[in-house]
């Protein structure tokens, strides 16, 4: 749902001797005569309003002193002093995420409409504070008045772990990449055919065997004969990692929203787990990228009680209101032939194997609804018949998300013309690490409108926002991550912030240009502006 409305007088207008290179751009921003000098002896002043606060003003203070070397004392007062950080939270009507700043020769004060919009007002402070204004012993902070909120309430990005898998400390490191972009979710791919990545305890087999393949691609998958490297590779989250990492984002407010993949996507847990489907197996945990016809068996009644006990397990770990239950690509090559699929189909009265997966898809809905929880899934949850609560992420395009949006569903829009990370940056691709193909150039990113012009007004109420996936069939390490979603994500993260109307990308780039110097002081391996 979009958040946009505000006078027309929304212009950022810089003045040339002391542009601020904030991304992503604020609503307004006026300027004042004069600036705040930030020296050593300032102090950050936590409002006497509950812990949420000072936890904030906590979180200031440490990182100005990963970023600029200045260790502020942080006190707790009911006393708006000189020679301060102010930091408060108002509980405003509205949008939680919204705060304004205000700057002057005194004092600068951080007033968040919730604890989430002085999490993001202290995110603009350290990007005005870093690099541009800094020296050894002073910050210069130009005297402003900023008022600011979002544009969409759903501001994310992907991360898949299951064709390589990522430790905590990178997982932690991008939450705080993200939320130093005022991103608010973070989609957790956890479990598909090459590897399952989440601890269950009902299931100790899912990581001990599901989590581990015998050997992986080497190459492109187009690249004939296949070669593989021979070396077994793996790896998972225990329940108590997931709950540390959980804790880290929301106190990032960010919220994760896990990834269980099915009906088809299941070779890792099938491998564990034979019983749950068709065949009966055997089957190894897949060493290739692409899909494959084996799938949950939709016709056994054990296939839904053993998903059902993940999902509790699951929804015990992950607070958030969603639960993605993926739905794309399934094969449905072995329902065809199975007995017992056939026999759901009977008995169901579906007339083909794509109204059965409508089926196991509404019925794992009902499931997740009982425990507090919201589907979501990929837009192939749409054939056949919509669950009537679910959400859907439109990534074959446009079109799934607009047949959305006027059925009444939440849409997450996520085409994979404008945010597929796992896309080439460059059309000499001699000059880019290997991927799985296509281009998609920052400029791309920047241009996505997230709600379709086919929609009336009221219709794009239900766009929600949009997010990036970054799949990582060709990305073995963390710098090969951070090499593809940087800078491409915070083109995104300004297109879900950012009224359409202040969007200009010459505009994005200027500031752009000193905001990778802040991913530099966080050892970020982004790609290069110009090359």
């Known amino acids: ?53 000072r936890d904030i003003a906590e979180y200031l203070s440490q ?102 898998f990522f430790p905590v400390e990178f997982v932690k490191k991008m939450i705080d ?48 004969p296949e070669k593989y490297d021979g070396i077994r590779y793996g790896g998972f989250y225990t329940q108590d990692q997931i709950r540390e990492v959980v804790k880290y984002a929301q106190s990032r407010y960010i919220t994760i929203v896990p990834e269980i993949e099915m009906p088809g996507h299941a070779v890792a847990a099938l491998s564990a787990y034979p019983e749950y489907s068709c065949t009966g197996g055997p089957f190894k945990v897949y060493p ?32 958030g209101k969603y639960i993605h239950v993926g739905g794309d690509e399934c094969l449905k090559n072995r329902w065809k032939e199975c007995p017992d699929c056939q026999k759901r189909m009977k008995d169901e009265n579906l007339a083909n194997e794509t109204e059965l997966q409508s089926y196991f898809i509404k019925r794992m809905e009902i499931f997740l609804n009982s425990k507090g929880k919201k589907m979501i899934g990929w837009d192939e949850i749409l054939e056949g018949e919509l669950p009537a609560r679910a959400t859907v992420m439109s990534w074959r395009g446009y079109q799934g998300g607009i047949e959305a949006a006027r059925s009444g569903h939440n849409v997450v829009m996520t085409p994979t013309s404008h945010c597929y990370f796992d896309f080439y940056q460059s059309q000499d691709r001699s000059k880019e690490p290997l991927s799985i193909g296509n281009f998609l150039p920052l400029d791309r990113v920047y241009a996505f409108n997230p709600v379709p012009a086919d929609l009336s007004d009221n219709e794009a109420t239900h766009i929600l926002g949009a997010q990036a996936n970054v799949w990582t069939e060709y990305m073995a390490t963390d710098k090969q991550v951070e090499y593809m979603v940087f800078p491409r994500i915070c083109a995104m993260a300004e297109v879900v912030w950012t009224p359409r109307n202040q969007q200009k990308f010459s505009d994005f780039v200027t500031r752009l240009e000193k905001h990778v110097k802040r991913l530099e002081k966080y050892g970020v391996n982004y790609r290069a502006l110009k090359n």
């Open 177 to 224: 990449m993200l939320a130093m972009q005022k991103m608010n979710t973070f989609h957790w791919h956890l479990t598909d055919d090459q590897g399952w990545r989440v601890e269950i305890k009902q299931y100790p087999k899912l990581t001990s065997i599901g989590a581990w393949r015998d050997e992986t691609l080497v190459g492109h998958l187009d690249r004939k």
């Open 1 to 53: 749902m979009t958040l946009n409305s505000c006078s027309t007088e929304r212009k950022l207008t810089f003045q040339k001797n002391r542009p601020l290179a904030l991304v992503p751009l604020p609503l307004s921003v006026k300027y004042n005569d004069g600036n705040f000098i930030l020296t050593k002896s300032t102090k950050i002043i936590a409002l006497s309003q509950g812990k949420e606060t």
């Open 63 to 164: 990182q100005l002193k990963t970023l600029c070397g200045f260790d502020l004392d942080v006190i707790t007062s009911n006393e708006i002093k000189s020679n301060a950080i102010v930091v408060k939270i108002s509980n405003k009507s509205g949008t939680p995420e919204a705060y304004t700043l205000s700057a002057t020769m005194k004092n600068v004060v951080i007033d968040g409409a919730g604890g989430s919009g002085l999490f993001y007002g202290v995110q603009t402070f350290l990007q005005m504070a870093y690099p541009q204004y800094s020296d050894k012993s002073t910050i210069t902070i130009p005297c402003t008045e900023i008022a600011d909120k979002p544009e969409f309430e759903w501001r994310g990005m992907h991360l898949d772990v299951c064709r390589h």
């Open 288 to 319: 290739k990228w692409g899909i494959t016809e084996d799938a949950y068996c939709a016709g056994k009644e054990g296939t839904f009680e053993f998903l059902e006990n993940v999902l509790s397990e699951v929804a015990d770990l992950f607070p």
